[in-house]
């Protein structure tokens, strides 16, 4: 009797089995048999045709030329007459030589000499105080070019108008210039040997001119001394130069 019973709990758990695994597969067919657009619709996508290369480059140019024009129209009023039109005004001045020999003549940029020290001045190894130091500049610029602050070795130096060139003396004053701490600049010599000096009340040089800056020593400097030249002009620019002092260069 418990044999048969066994046998018929057995035979239901492997119909119960069997039920499940019927329907597990009928299931999948059905899914297997269904329309896959039904599930899963496609999205239509229109056909359209691309724009030629051609017409696309045509359009590029036109959008570039008209953006061009309005930006042009308005910035054109930014720019002043000046910056448009005109000379461009562009400063450019070249320290090409110098002569600071410890000697008792110095050569100017056009060959002749001048006293350094303006006295029978003797070479004992230094550039004494009120001694004189020759500097060639050369304006490249298209304009006129002033300089409206000159220092050597730090320390500033005025310029002054003259008609001569003073000769050295203890005492100092007009006709005795340049004085310590003073510059003038040398246009050259006329006919007569006389010098020719800038006598304008600021120190102007004109487009293509080549000048001697002749500057009166202030302070005592060693010779094989490297000094420290700087102009600058009224245009905001600087220009610099080292100068040895015991040598010179042309």
Not at 88 to 110: C, N, R, S, T
Not at 120 to 147: F, W
Not at 155 to 177: A, E, T
Request: hydrophobic share 40%.
């Amino acid at each position: 009797m418990c044999a048969k019973i066994s046998k018929f709990r057995k035979n239901s758990i492997r119909q119960k089995i069997c039920l499940k695994y019927h329907f597990a597969i009928f299931a999948i067919m059905k899914a297997s048999h269904a329309n896959p657009q039904q599930i899963f619709p496609k999205t239509k996508i229109a056909s359209r045709r691309a724009v030629a290369p051609v017409v696309a480059t045509l359009l590029l140019a036109a959008i570039a030329v008209v953006g061009g024009v309005v930006v042009f129209s308005f910035s054109q009023e930014s720019f002043a007459s000046s910056q448009v039109s005109g000379t461009p005004q562009i400063e450019f001045l070249k320290i090409y030589g110098y002569d600071a020999k410890d000697v008792e003549k110095l050569q100017l940029h056009d060959g002749n000499e001048i006293l350094s020290k303006n006295c029978c001045g003797v070479a004992n190894g230094k550039k004494n105080y009120d001694e004189r130091v020759a500097i060639y500049l050369q304006n490249h610029s298209v304009m006129p070019v002033t300089i409206s602050e000159l220092s050597f070795v730090g320390d500033k130096y005025s310029f002054v108008p003259v008609h001569k060139i003073g000769h050295w003396d203890k005492d100092q004053g007009m006709g005795q210039q340049p004085n310590p701490g003073e510059y003038i600049i040398v246009h050259g010599h006329d006919v007569g040997k006389k010098y020719l000096t800038l006598q304008e009340n600021s120190a102007v040089i004109q487009p293509g001119e080549v000048v001697t800056i002749l500057l009166d020593l202030q302070i005592n400097i060693g010779v094989s001394n490297d000094a420290q030249l700087k102009i600058t002009t009224t245009g905001g620019n600087t220009f610099a130069s080292t100068i040895v002092i015991g040598e010179d260069s042309f």
